[in-house]
């Protein structure tokens, strides 16, 4: 059973940081890719950032450049996502993401295994 848990979200005031894990288990894939998503209320799920399963390509959106750094543990089975200079607009359910191959992606139906998500609230 795959299973993709986030942890370390909550509330900071802007400009603020936090950082966010996800740990995967059950991933039967030798290979995969793990990336970041997020959903404001009344808004669609949005991409955030992605890596590769090698580590060497890794993305994030325009709107995040310069502050957030995607990044994998040594055991490539955790993502981290550290979050820097955070703003109110940035609050939104924050959810990992894995999808089988090394190819990155950042449309969400490209990803088959989905984390239960976890509430980052930047504060003005």
């Known amino acids: 059973q795959v299973q993709l848990v986030e942890s370390g979200g909550g509330l900071v005031q802007t400009g603020g940081s936090l950082r966010l894990s996800c740990a995967a288990s059950?991933?039967?894939?030798?290979?995969?890719?793990m990336g970041w998503f997020r959903q404001a209320p009344g808004k669609e799920r949005e991409f955030v950032a992605v890596?590769?399963?090698?580590?060497?390509?890794?993305y994030t959106t325009d709107s995040v450049k310069g502050r957030f750094t995607i990044s994998r543990g040594n055991a490539k089975n955790t993502v981290y996502l550290q979050m820097n200079s955070l703003k109110p607009e940035d609050t939104a359910v924050y959810y990992c993401a894995a999808r089988g191959g090394d190819g990155v992606s950042v449309t969400p139906k490209n990803y088959a295994y989905w984390g239960q998500g976890t509430q980052v609230t930047v504060s003005s």
């Open positions: 890596i590769s399963w090698s580590g060497s390509s890794a």
């Open positions: 059950g991933l039967t894939s030798s290979s995969y890719a």
